[in-house]
């Protein structure tokens, strides 16, 4: 199966990206925005893994985890990964005072035996991947009315373990495990 932590957006933030998502559409730029009940922070993507090694995986994210205290993350500003000629992923900041990244980099240590990162972690919400650089020039115009735009604000209470099964319509979610932060 194929698994990843990430901590949920609460539904009044995924509505204000949603809002947002369809002015950058309007754009038409060849761009795959992501459905609002979809929206999360990826913090460890660990790719495809056996089913067996689902309950370990979970206790090891608990493990990272447990010493932390619940946080508050400000989704503020929207930007983008790749060249202003072909942006590559439209992002929403996340302002947490390091705290995902905290939870990254922890997650990270005890499951690199699975996945190992080459990179500082990055928190940031995806809302968008760029299929070609078709109306990039429109799609960046638009996202610079949103460059310091305050989405929402959240108490982050835990994390989950998502599996994602892949098909034509795109990635679908489920929960394969849910993880309170400061369980010591």
């Known amino acids: 199966m194929r698994l990843f932590f990430a901590a949920d957006i609460d539904e009044n ?11 950058l559409e309007k754009t038409n730029a060849d761009a795959k925005f992501v459905k609002k009940e979809s929206l999360h922070v990826t913090l460890k993507f660990l790719g495809e893994v056996e089913d067996s090694l689902a309950d370990e995986i979970a206790s090891k994210g608990s493990e990272a985890v447990r010493s932390m205290n619940h946080f508050d993350a400000l989704f503020k500003g929207m930007g983008y990964f790749g060249s202003p000629r072909f942006p590559k992923v439209i992002w929403i900041g996340v302002q947490d005072n390091g705290m995902m990244a905290e939870i990254s980099k922890r997650l990270n240590e005890k499951l690199d035996y699975i996945r190992k990162e080459e990179r500082e972690p990055e928190p940031h919400l995806t809302i968008a991947r760029i299929k070609s650089p078709r109306n990039s020039e429109r799609l960046l115009s638009s996202l610079k009315n949103f460059e310091n735009y305050e989405f929402g604000k959240m108490t982050v209470n835990g994390i989950k373990l998502k599996k994602s099964t892949l098909s034509r319509d795109g990635a679908e979610y489920g929960d394969a495990a849910s993880i309170k932060l400061g369980q010591v």
Do not use: P, T
């Open 13 to 23: 933030i995924k509505e204000k990206i949603a809002e947002a998502s369809q002015i």
